[in-house]
């Protein structure tokens, strides 16, 4: 079997489409904090410019030098925060390490209309209501499930899916989302026993974890849906968590590295962005 390969462009594009005429009429705008000069930052906030510009959308990007103090961050957001023409920003992780352990102080300084990254603990506990209160929900987790929507596979109700992340970002909103949908979710990190005895019952595997090749071949049940979401950058460019080579003769879906659960991230940002607007002019 050679799987079919789920391309997150095609997924993104469709997005965009519909999003593009809410953004003329709504025209809100992105702020992009940054802090330092982080290589992979540079080229996820380049991927974000990109796409904004794409679809029309005011953006603008904050720059702040490494050495910057948490006050003064604290002070741009609180900025960002009165801003009555910003309509979301988010805060570029990771940060430099004097400022890493500080980031659950960050997000809880975000005001949660704007917050468009789903990162803060209001917009992470209204997921874990329903559904139908994922408003602002995390931007990869929501990517993943709208990849899944596109391609056919969104009724998980029953399914077996296994997540190998338990990150506040991916693995755990995830969890809840899929819960939501009625999957019957296992959720492993680094301290899981035999990994492969868990993967091997997925019917959905969704591995995000950095490791090229933790996934091989005979750890994906034959006929199952696998979705990469790890980067890691190498010398030959970027590539996921599967032996993809190997994985796709098992497997009936998989995503590339690059190209696959990437662009749905940026998607889904630019989403939330429009949905706040569209809230923050309901209240
Ligand atoms: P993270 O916080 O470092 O999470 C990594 C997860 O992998 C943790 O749950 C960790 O468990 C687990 N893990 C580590 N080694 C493992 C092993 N040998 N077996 C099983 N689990 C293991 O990172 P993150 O921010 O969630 O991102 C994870 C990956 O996804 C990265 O490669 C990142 O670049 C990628 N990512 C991609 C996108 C996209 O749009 N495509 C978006 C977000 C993240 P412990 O915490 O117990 O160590």
Redesign the pocket.
Known sequence: MTATLLTGKEVADSIFKELTPLIKKLDPKLVIIQVGDDPASESYIKQKVKSCDAVGMRHDHVHLKTDVTKEELFAVIEKLNGDPDVTGFILQLPLPAHLASHVPLFLRAMEPKKDVDGFTAYNIGKTLISKEFEHLPPA?PAGIIALLEFYGYGDVTGKEVVI????N???KPLAVMLLNRNATVTV?????KD?GSHTRRADILIS????PK?ITKDMVKPGAIVID????RTKDGLVGDCDFEAVKEVASAITPVPGG??PL?VASLIRNTVRAKQRQLES
Do not use: P
């Open positions: 990869t190998v992340n338990h990150s970002v991916v693995g492993c990190h680094a301290a899981t990994l995000a974890v950095g490791k933790l979401v790890g980067i890691t659960v990437g991230t």
